[in-house]
């Protein structure tokens, strides 16, 4: 069946510095969602991407959809500890969402 | 609020005992899911409803699992003789069917079998 890959697992990053996530997947995909889950949390979606070569920002993120729409990403310009949570992207076949791992992002001390 | 409300948010049970969520959704959303959350792991999808309709039951899924959807509103999920891999948070999603399929996410069951 289908499989969206997301790496890295972790990201360690001092704040300040920035983060980045990548989807991938070996069919293409109709769309692709982000989704963000807190520590303790549950996943609230950020935004969906639909168009080849889609690019889209909210604020300090900025999200990307591939030209031939197999892969994604979500940069995170100067991440804060706000941003601290665990990013998953997830793409829609048909009727249901087909998710990535997860990249956990963790803001060092 | 009219968001997605789970009931209840954490249940112990022994193993062997049986166990139900409630899930009720937005209520304009006619598509429901269910998803299976593990520490460190992303949700892992259940079951899905377009309406009343059980359109798809993941072959992951133990037939100790049922779930329903009566009048398309809210949905139960059960679990028979629960075991003790069964522990991990509960999640229920609803969203459109249609172009903009964003799922929005209850708050989730932790369910804890000892």
């Known amino acids: 069946g289908q499989q969206v890959m997301q790496i890295p697992q972790y990201q360690h990053v001092q704040e300040g510095e920035d983060f980045t996530t990548y989807c991938n997947s070996s069919?293409?995909?109709?769309?692709i969602q982000w989704y963000k889950q807190r520590p303790g949390g549950h996943p609230v979606f950020l935004i969906q991407?639909?168009?080849s070569g889609e690019v889209k920002k909210q604020k300090r993120l900025t999200f990307q959809f591939g030209e031939a729409k197999k892969n994604s990403s979500l940069h995170i310009t100067a991440t804060q500890t706000t941003d601290v949570g665990t990013y998953f992207c997830?793409?829609?076949?048909?009727?249901?969402?087909?998710w990535g791992a997860g990249t956990k992002l963790i803001i060092k001390p | 609020d009219t968001g997605v409300s789970q009931d209840p948010r954490h249940k112990i049970t022994k193993r062997g005992q049986n166990v139900t969520f409630r899930c009720d959704p937005i209520?304009?959303?006619?598509?429901l899911y269910w998803y299976r959350q593990t520490l460190g792991q992303g949700p892992e999808f259940l079951t899905y409803?377009?309406?009343?309709?059980?359109?798809?039951k993941s072959r992951l899924l133990s037939d100790r699992f049922s779930a329903e959807r009566p009048k398309g509103s809210f949905s139960t999920l059960e679990i028979q003789r629960t075991e003790q891999g069964d522990s991990a948070m509960y999640l229920c999603?609803?969203?459109?069917?249609?172009?903009?399929?964003?799922?929005?996410f209850g708050q989730g069951t932790r369910l804890t079998v000892v």
């Open positions: 997830a793409a829609d076949s048909n009727y249901q969402l087909i």
């Open positions: 991407l639909v168009k």
């Open positions: 999603a609803s969203s459109f069917k249609g172009l903009n399929t964003e799922a929005f």
């Open positions: 409803f377009q309406n009343e309709a059980q359109l798809e």
């Open positions: 069919t293409t995909l109709s769309n």
């Open positions: 209520s304009e959303h006619n598509r």
